[in-house]
Every structure is written in C-alpha cells, then in structure tokens.
C-alpha cells in the first residue's frame, strides 16, 4: 500500500526561473485582502468578498492552521527581480489524503495577469504535490465563465471531467461549476 508523505513543518519554499514560492506572512495582510476583495480579482470566485481587514486575519489564521496539520499548504507568490512584493498565490487544499486527492487555487494581482506567471506556479506546484507529496490527483473548481482559469488549467494539462449545473446558490442566483482534473500518470 502508499502512503502520503504530507509534511508542511519545514515549510517546502520553492524556486522556478522567475518565481520564489513563500510561506504567508502576518505582513500580507494588507496585500491578501486585496486578493480576497478586489472586484476584478473575485469576480468568478462566487463568494463574498472580505468585508474588512479583520475577515482576511481570520482567514489567514485557518490557513495556516490546516497547514500546521498538513491538511493544507498556501504558498505567496514572489517575482524573483523584485523581493519583498508578494504578486499572488496558490494553494492546495480539500486534501483527501485517504483518495490522495487535492484541489488546487490560485490568485494573482492583475497588473501581472497574461505573462506565464500563473501557468509558471501551476506546472511547479503540482510536480510538488504529486512528486514530493504523492498525490495521485488534483481538482480545480471554476465559474465556467472564468476563460482566464479554465485557459491555464487546460494549458498545464488539465482535463474537463465534470460539469455542475446551478450546483452553488450565490448572491441570489444558483450558478454552475466546471470541474478540471489532473492525474500524477497524466
Ligand atoms: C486565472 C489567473 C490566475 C491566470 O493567471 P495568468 O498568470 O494571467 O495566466 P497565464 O499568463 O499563466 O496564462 C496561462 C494560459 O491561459 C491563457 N489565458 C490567461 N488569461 C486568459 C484570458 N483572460 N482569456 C483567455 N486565455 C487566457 C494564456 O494565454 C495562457 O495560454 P497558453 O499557455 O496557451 O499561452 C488570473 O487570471 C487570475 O488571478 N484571475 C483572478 C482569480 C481567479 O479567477 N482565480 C481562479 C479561480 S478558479
């Protein structure tokens, strides 16, 4: 039998040509709630925006929770050129270690959307979690109206494998989902 070999104590900093993978900081705050609030930014997400800065702590403080019990991990996102200034992130999360299944996340700040970046942090991240971790799959759950997403996705090799209808009740509306998966032997 595998097992997982899920182990976030030291915290896995990752390096690709242009991109320093981070642990979250208590100083992102200010940059994370605009991840988590800015219009353009959630548009597809389907869920409210953080009202205040006091909402984006607490989600933070579960982030790094669920990491502490490796049922997480949240990394920042960094251009090496430019140290200090974090451009967005990507986590993987939902783990169901007894499927060695996971959903993946990402955000980036749209000053830096439409250059590889994101398509640059998905292919590292997932030979992370299939390679270093064992995972065997990975989920992705869109707006099927988020083409940005749904584009990356299918770029990094991702397949469509499900398609939801009006299977989320968001501000009013029920609302369809996508999902996209990506197997370890993919
Ligand atoms: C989704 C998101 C992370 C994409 O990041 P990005 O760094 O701009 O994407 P990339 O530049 O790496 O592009 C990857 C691929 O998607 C394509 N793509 C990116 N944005 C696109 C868009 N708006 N429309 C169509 N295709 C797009 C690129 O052309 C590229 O295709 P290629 O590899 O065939 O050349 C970014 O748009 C974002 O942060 N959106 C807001 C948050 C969000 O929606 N997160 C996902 C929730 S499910």
Redesign the pocket.
């Known amino acids: 039998m595998r097992t997982l070999n899920v182990d976030f104590s030291v915290f896995p900093v990752l390096k690709t040509e242009r991109l320093l993978f981070r642990k979250l900081e208590d100083a992102d705050e200010t940059v994370f709630h605009r991840m988590r609030s800015e219009p353009?930014?959630?548009?597809?997400?389907d869920r409210a925006p953080d009202a205040d800065l006091e909402a984006t702590r607490m989600h933070m403080h579960r982030i790094n929770t669920d990491q502490g019990n490796n049922m997480a991990i949240f990394w920042m996102l960094e251009l090496r050129n430019n140290p200090g200034v974090a451009i967005?992130n990507i986590a993987y999360w939902r783990m169901e270690k007894e499927n060695f299944r996971t959903e993946v996340?990402?955000?980036?700040?749209?000053e830096?959307?439409?250059?590889?970046?994101?398509?640059?942090?998905?292919h590292k991240t997932t030979d992370y979690i299939f390679n270093t971790c064992g995972f065997h799959s990975i989920l992705?759950?869109?707006?099927p109206d988020?083409?940005?997403?749904?584009?990356?996705l299918?770029?990094?090799g991702f397949k469509r494998e499900a398609y939801h209808r009006q299977n989320l009740y968001y501000n009013g509306k029920f609302i369809d989902s996508e999902i996209y998966g990506l197997l370890a032997t993919d």
């Open positions: 353009l930014i959630i548009r597809y997400l967005g996340g990402y955000t980036l700040l749209p830096y959307w439409k250059k590889g970046i994101m398509k640059e942090a998905l992705a759950n869109i707006n988020n083409q940005a997403s749904a584009s990356l299918t770029s990094c």
